[in-house]
């Protein structure tokens, strides 16, 4: 195979990876909420019954992290080498730091259905870590995302502002406004079916190698 066609192959690849990791990092956030709404201790213990969703939650976390650092390299492979360096250590931080407190958050909540701990801390400290720390990440990633595709280009304006306001949305709201963490991973998701649709065409667009006589 060429490398034409490995550099038109690689991003396709990870730009399905980034369309798992919104899929799957939304499935995670709609069970989390479902099983714990707030990180308030008044509230009472979990409700048994809705244990399961924490369950399947964890379960989903570790995979979505993995899509995400692929899709992380979607983007890298999407923008090239003429990326500024203090925006693209931006953009790798606060991807990394994200993925970091996404792990934290899910191993707090499994203290939630460890038997015999109480569940009061393991859920205010996970909700802290989602809904805040990690949100935060989020925002400044999209930013940087947004910034480095309007400098560069690479990105049309409408989603390089819509990349501007999703990170504004995820920074200034965070805990605040519930099920907004959703906002990022439908972000991903855009910016990935994006990603797809320009390599499909560029691949379509490249010519045909022909055999010398």
Do not use: C
């Not at 201790?41 to 995979?63: M, N, S, T």
């Not at 999209?142 to 819509?162: E, H, K, Q, Y």
């Amino acid at each position: 195979m060429s490398t034409t066609t490995d550099r038109l192959d690689t991003p396709r690849a990870a730009g399905m990876a980034g369309i798992a990791f919104a899929l799957l990092l939304g499935a995670a956030i709609v069970l989390m909420r479902i099983a714990v709404p707030s990180g308030n201790a008044v509230e009472g213990p979990v409700d048994p019954d809705k244990r399961w969703a924490i369950q399947v939650a964890l379960e989903i976390v570790p995979f979505a992290g993995i899509f995400f650092l692929w899709f992380m390299g979607a983007l890298r492979a999407h923008t090239g080498s003429a990326e500024d360096r203090f925006v693209a250590t931006v953009f790798l931080g606060s991807g990394f730091v994200f993925v970091a407190t996404l792990f934290a958050s899910a191993a707090a909540a499994g203290t939630v259905l460890a038997e015999g701990t109480p569940s009061d801390f393991g859920r205010h400290y996970a909700y802290t870590l989602l809904a805040t720390y990690a949100m935060r990440m989020a925002a400044v990633f999209v930013l940087a995302t947004s910034t480095i595709g309007r400098m560069l280009g690479v990105f049309p304006r409408p989603l390089a502002l819509l990349g501007t306001v999703v990170g504004l949305v995820l920074l200034v709201a965070g805990s605040g406004v519930p099920w907004s963490e959703l906002v990022f991973p439908a972000w991903a998701l855009i910016v990935s079916v994006y990603i797809l649709r320009v390599r499909r065409g560029a691949a379509r667009r490249a010519p045909t190698p022909t055999n010398p006589p």
